[in-house]
C-alpha cells in the first residue's frame, strides 16, 4: 500500500482507497442514542405535568404548607 500526495492510498491491486476520516460509526450511534435518550426523557417530563423537583419526595403534610420543625444549636 503506498501513500499519494493527495492522502488517498493505494493497495497493491493499484486501486484507489479513500482515506479514514471522520468519526466511528460506533460513536455517532452512541451520540445518537444519547441524543434520544435525552429528548425521551424532556418529553415524559412535559407529558407527566411538570411535578418534578425536590418537593416531590416530601410528604404530602409537608406540601401542604405545614410548619418545619425550627432546628437550634
Do not use: C
Not at 460509526?25 to 411538570?50: D, Y
Not at 411535578?51 to 404548607?65: E, F, I, V
Request: no cysteine; aromatic share 2%.
Amino acid at each position: 500500500m503506498s501513500e499519494r500526495r493527495d492522502g488517498a492510498h493505494e493497495s497493491a491491486e493499484g486501486q484507489e482507497l479513500v482515506p479514514h476520516s471522520g468519526m466511528p460509526r460506533w460513536v455517532k450511534a452512541f451520540l445518537l442514542a444519547a441524543a434520544a435518550l435525552v429528548v425521551l426523557t424532556v418529553a415524559v417530563m412535559l407529558i407527566s405535568g411538570g411535578d418534578h423537583g425536590p418537593g416531590r419526595h416530601l410528604s404530602s403534610a409537608t406540601t401542604r404548607g405545614a410548619a418545619l420543625p425550627q432546628v437550634t444549636g
